[in-house]
């Protein structure tokens, strides 16, 4: 029988997105109580809001928003965690180029609150705010360390800097347990269209089963340094159970273009890329982070932490899955053993616009 006194109890803001419903299996499997805070309008309508948490029933989810001090502090003083993963926060970066303000208000003031909330309530809780390689922006060293200087290049990694700066200042100021992982990008069957690389799978899927004809991105030769988000949540973990709390950077230390990860993902289902996606220069962000490489030697030293998924892994599973739930997985092919070699002569073209 369990000795429930004794479960550990973990909150999570953000529990509906990614890294949360990542977050909350891992602290299942482990034997947490787990809480998430998510908006009202997520409890009224679960099956689109909260489509990402499996096991609903182990979960305890609270109705509070990010933008009210009060509604964070009372669910603070309720729950009494013993460890806060935030994760919460306008996380597209794209977006933030269209609307600045809200993207500060969620993330800067949302990180404040909570930090504040715990100051005042549960001064023992552990802290683990989500900081992000967009912090290095145009990074002057290749690959980036916790001591990379920052230079953030839009208002999302603006917001991301002042929440890292937050958490610190609360861990030196007042002695909180607060942690920051600095996390490159992370994705999975669970990443949101959105973003690129699901925007790419997804596409591939919908193309092989007749929906669509074609994948329309912005910039095709940006670098990013991708890992999986089931295994970046373990770090977070990790980061809280050390004796001192401390930043870290999370990385594969492995950088690919957005052409490859195209030029992969359709190599899966036997598709050259080149005959469906087309690169839009409306998509194209006004400032770009190149190139963005992390050194996670400190989480491997300190942690323990490495990442284990490859990036042909990465985005085979990521394809297979969405041909699955289109019931179009026949057209799968197994791994490619090589990435692709993608187009050079397009590469060197756009370069030279
Ligand atoms: P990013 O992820 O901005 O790195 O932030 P995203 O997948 O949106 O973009 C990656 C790169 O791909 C280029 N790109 C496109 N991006 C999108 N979304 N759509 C397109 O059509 C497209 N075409 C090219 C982008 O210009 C960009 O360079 C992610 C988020 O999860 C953040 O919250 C997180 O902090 C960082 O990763 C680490």
């Known amino acids: 029988m369990h000795n429930f006194m004794a479960r550990r109890k973990a909150l999570i803001s953000g529990i509906s997105g990614q890294d ?115 912090m290095f922006g145009n990074a002057d060293e290749v690959p980036q360390t916790e001591s990379t200087r920052f230079h953030p290049r839009s208002t999302y990694g603006i917001s991301k800097v002042a929440g890292f700066e937050l958490t610190r200042n609360y861990r030196e100021a007042y002695g909180l347990h607060a942690s920051s992982g600095i996390l490159y990008n992370h994705e999975s069957p669970r990443r949101g269209f959105v973003f690129v690389t699901r925007k790419i799978t997804s596409g591939v899927a919908r193309i092989v089963a007749g929906l669509q004809k074609e994948v329309r991105l ?29 930043d870290y950077v999370i990385a594969t230390g492995e950088t690919h273009s957005v052409r490859e990860f195209a030029a992969m993902a359709f190599a899966c289902v036997g598709l050259d890329y080149r005959d469906y996606v087309k690169s839009d220069p409306v998509l194209f962000r006004p400032t770009e982070v190149n190139p963005l490489r992390g050194d996670a030697s400190k989480a491997r030293e ?15 599973e990521m394809v297979e899955a969405d041909c699955r739930a289109l019931g179009v997985q026949g057209w799968l092919r197994d791994l490619p053993v090589a990435i692709p070699e993608v187009d050079e002569s397009a590469r060197l073209r756009g370069a030279a616009r």
């Open 218 to 246: 912005g910039n095709l030769d940006v670098q990013r340094d991708w890992g999986h988000s089931r295994e970046y949540v373990e770090a977070m973990w990790l980061m809280l159970q050390q004796p001192e709390p401390d």
């Open 302 to 316: 300190r942690l323990g932490w490495q990442p284990r998924t490859g990036f042909r892994q990465l985005v085979r």
């Open 20 to 134: 949360g419903s990542y977050l909350l299996e891992l602290l299942l499997a482990k034997d947490y109580e787990v809480h998430g805070i998510v908006r009202r309008v997520a409890l009224e309508d679960p099956e689109h809001h909260l489509s990402r948490i499996v096991d609903r029933e182990r979960v305890q989810l609270h109705p509070a928003s990010l933008e009210s001090y009060a509604s964070l502090h009372h669910v603070a003083e309720r729950v009494q965690p013993e460890e806060w993963y935030h994760l919460a926060a306008q996380s597209f970066v794209s977006y933030s180029f269209d609307d600045e303000s809200s993207t500060l208000n969620t993330n800067m003031n949302g990180t404040h609150y909570i930090l504040s909330a715990l100051k005042n309530s549960v001064p023992s809780c552990r802290f683990y705010f989500a900081g992000s390689s967009e």
